[in-house]
Nanobody
């Protein structure tokens, strides 16, 4: 069973920065990709960014140019550097671990609130 531990959420003013991290443990099957999704109140969960073991990245249009995803393959860790944050970035952010069987595992979520 894969366990994902997320950290780094919090309250930040518009224009500020936060960095989220996620560490995976208990993995049996090798990783295919890791990433982040988010869910705002009353909305469906949506893609933020993903990164494969080959370091291929994919970003939502709404965050491209402001957010940067990176990973540490040996440590099964993924980071999300979020800059120029906007109120519309407010959401619960969930870490994704996709294994080589294309099975998805999710973290418990970390709250990001952008407000003055």
């Amino acid at each position: 069973q894969v366990q994902l531990v997320e950290s780094g959420g919090g309250l930040v003013q518009p224009g500020g920065s936060l960095r989220l991290s996620c560490a995976a443990s208990g993995t049996i099957f090798s990783v295919n990709a890791m990433g982040w999704y988010r869910q705002a109140p009353g909305k469906e969960r949506e893609l933020v960014a993903t990164i494969t073991t080959a370091y291929t990245t994919n970003y939502a249009d709404s965050v491209r140019g402001r957010f940067t995803i990176s990973r540490n393959n040996p440590a099964n860790m993924v980071l999300l550097q979020m800059n120029s944050l906007k109120p519309e970035d407010t959401a619960v952010y969930y870490c994704l671990y996709r294994d080589s069987r294309m099975r998805d595992y999710w973290g418990q979520g970390t709250q990001v609130t952008v407000s003055s």
